[in-house]
């Protein structure tokens, strides 16, 4: 399923934090969202799964707009990943997971529970079962949220830095294992690259605007770099694998 | 606090938990007409109790306990029971509203506010036009004034969130309390203070069959709405973000919440005054028993308060007898020792770690 989103903007009072975002995702695709802190990437997010309503601009799944959709339908269609952790009550995984189900009508206790095994069994947390979500490491929560989002047995998947806290081997772990979802991806990542090892297509975006878009290697280019994130990048060749990755560090002072 | 790693399979099954707490309702619900001041004996309770029930014939000089039996106590024990129901039930409620383990009935601020409008009718006289309703009706109203105020206030441009909410109560409540401490302080008349302090510190001592209908109608519904939106409250409280993907509209939902809340507290509240602490330590055994899943909770919850409430009623009526303690005395003296025995027992991530 695509993902179009189209002239969007949302204000926060008379502050404007997206300003007329284009943007598309292929089926079947994983684009990754790549700028600076408080650049716009977690706002334009919520707005694709309906946690916040946009001033303008659409956002389109196959053509049809998720915000004119019922709640459920579109939660039926579109699964998140969010970046929020509420600590307060101590589901089990099993608990956590089932959660997915809630958007589907046409369920009885047993086809979910068919659901969820299976989810858990290929995000490898079928062991966790009943363990407490709080109880586990960072990069078992990951696993298991992300568990709860293939139960939900969406189409497109959204990601807001799901690396985030993570040890290496989580974050290569996490991204693969998004990847072989075989669903529509919309990820933002803060780790360039990370995204430029695991994006098929990225977008840069810097104060609320789309600056950049197009293959990972043609987009992070170090003039870009220096001019959205301040940093100065040096790619360099992987000794064994030859892809490119970036050293980076901060730019001279220009006073 | 580390918690043991196998916490989730030693739950207790829920259908055995839940006809072993109706049992005990039911054991419960005799004993607390069995057991009371006026001694009689628990032969005659029961006979009283069969002859009330199946339309039998009493002896004219068993009349006065009779009427003792059923139309003091039984309804005693019933609105206890109802009430008990109805605070763990909105404790769920409220916890998983504003996302707050620590959270109950009354943290917003509609208690004291139901306080307020029943010592006006108690110590000023106000409402006597209403005559035995005044006092019901003017905690109600003013339960739901409170209410309205509470909303408006907390409201801002994204909802009502969780933090606003509590600090609001909160506040408010604080507000509430001056006015009625201005009453009670203001009042010429002692005893009207004490019935003021007393209804501050809820009492069943005012129960008649007169309040059980509208009391258990509005628990039951509530109860029932809360139960069938378990999974929604279960998506609100891993966080306002998660429950929009999953489809539940988090602003929406509070609000609901919020309305019936108020609904059943008010109700509540105005039947039997602020009985404190079972709407905030019934939530908690019950998840440390059953877990976190609201499905589970709201199915068991409102039974192990019920039960609770009805054996705290009786032992606030034996223990100082023929004078009467205040029931919340008895829950809190209860209530704080089990609670903090259970909280540092360990094995509970009590609102997390």
């Known amino acids: ?255 | 606090m580390r918690r043991p790693p196998s916490s989730g399979s030693a739950r207790t099954p829920q259908p055995l938990l839940i006809v072993g707490l109706l049992l005990l309702l039911c054991v419960s619900l005799v004993c607390g007409v069995a057991l009371g001041a006026a001694g009689i004996g628990a032969a005659d309770v029961f006979r009283f109790l069969w002859a009330g029930v199946s339309g039998g014939t009493v002896h004219a000089d068993d009349a006065a306990d009779y009427t003792i039996v059923w139309e003091i106590r039984l309804p005693r024990v019933v609105l206890a029971a109802v009430v008990g129901a109805g605070l763990s039930a909105v404790g769920v409620a409220v916890q998983a509203m504003v996302r707050n383990a620590l959270a109950d009935p009354f943290v917003l601020g509609i208690s004291s506010g139901a306080a307020v409008g029943a010592n006006a009718v108690i110590l000023l006289g106000a409402f006597a036009g209403l005559g035995v309703w005044a006092l019901s009706a003017s905690a109600f109203a003013s339960a739901l004034a409170a209410m309205v105020l509470v909303y408006a206030v907390a409201r801002s441009p994204h909802g009502l969130t969780p933090l606003r909410l509590i600090l609001t109560g909160t506040a408010l409540a604080y507000g509430f309390e001056a006015v009625t401490t201005v009453m009670v302080f203001g009042a010429a008349r002692g005893e009207a203070a004490r019935s003021a302090m007393m209804w501050l510190l809820g009492s069943l001592g005012g129960a008649t069959w007169a309040q059980v209908p509208l009391a258990a109608v509005t628990v039951a519904a509530g109860w029932a709405w809360l139960r069938w939106r378990a999974e929604p409250l279960n998506a609100l409280a891993m966080g306002d973000e998660t429950s929009a993907a999953l489809g539940v509209q988090p602003a929406r939902l509070r609000r609901e919440l919020f309305l019936v809340t108020a609904a059943v507290t008010g109700t509540v509240v105005a039947v039997s005054g602020a009985i404190g602490f079972v709407g905030l330590m019934v939530p908690h055994l019950v998840r440390m028993l059953v877990g976190a899943d609201h499905r589970r909770v709201l199915a068991v919850a409102p039974l192990a308060g019920a039960v609770l409430l009805v054996w705290a009623d009786v032992l606030s009526r034996l223990l100082l007898a023929p004078a009467e303690l205040p029931v919340g005395v008895i829950t809190a003296v209860v209530g704080v020792p089990a609670f903090l025995l259970l909280m540092r027992r360990g094995g509970y991530a009590f609102g997390g770690r």
């Open chain 1, 1 to 255: 399923m695509r993902l179009d989103i189209e002239g969007l903007s949302v204000d926060a009072g008379a502050v404007r934090l997206v300003d007329d975002i284009k943007l598309a995702v292929d089926s079947g695709t994983f684009v990754g969202l790549v700028g600076p802190n408080g650049s716009g990437k977690s706002t334009l997010l919520r707005c694709v799964y309906r946690a916040l309503r946009p001033a303008g601009g659409t956002v389109r799944l196959d053509g049809d707009d998720v915000h004119a959709m019922e709640p459920r339908a579109a939660a039926r269609v579109v699964a998140a990943l969010p970046q929020e952790s509420s600590a307060e009550f101590d589901f089990t995984v099993t608990e956590v997971v089932a959660m997915g189900r809630l958007p589907h009508g046409d369920r009885t206790a047993a086809s979910d529970r068919e659901i969820c095994a299976e989810a858990m069994e290929r995000t490898g947390v079928a062991h966790l079962a009943d363990r407490g979500f709080l109880a586990l490491s960072g990069g078992e929560r990951q696993r298991v949220l992300i568990a709860r989002a293939l139960a939900q047995r969406p189409r497109v998947l959204v990601l807001d830095e799901p690396t985030n806290h993570l040890d290496i081997a989580h974050q290569l772990d996490v991204l693969s294992l998004v990847r072989h979802s075989g669903l529509t991806v919309l990820a933002a990542l803060h780790d360039l690259n990370l995204a430029a090892a695991h994006c098929d297509l990225l977008y840069v975006i810097a104060n609320g605007r789309i600056v950049a878009s197009g293959a990972p290697h043609d987009v992070l280019q170090p003039a870009l770099l220096a001019e959205v994130f301040g940093v100065r990048a040096h790619p360099v060749r992987h000794p064994e694998t030859g892809a490119v990755q970036f050293l980076f560090d901060l730019l001279p002072p220009t006073a």
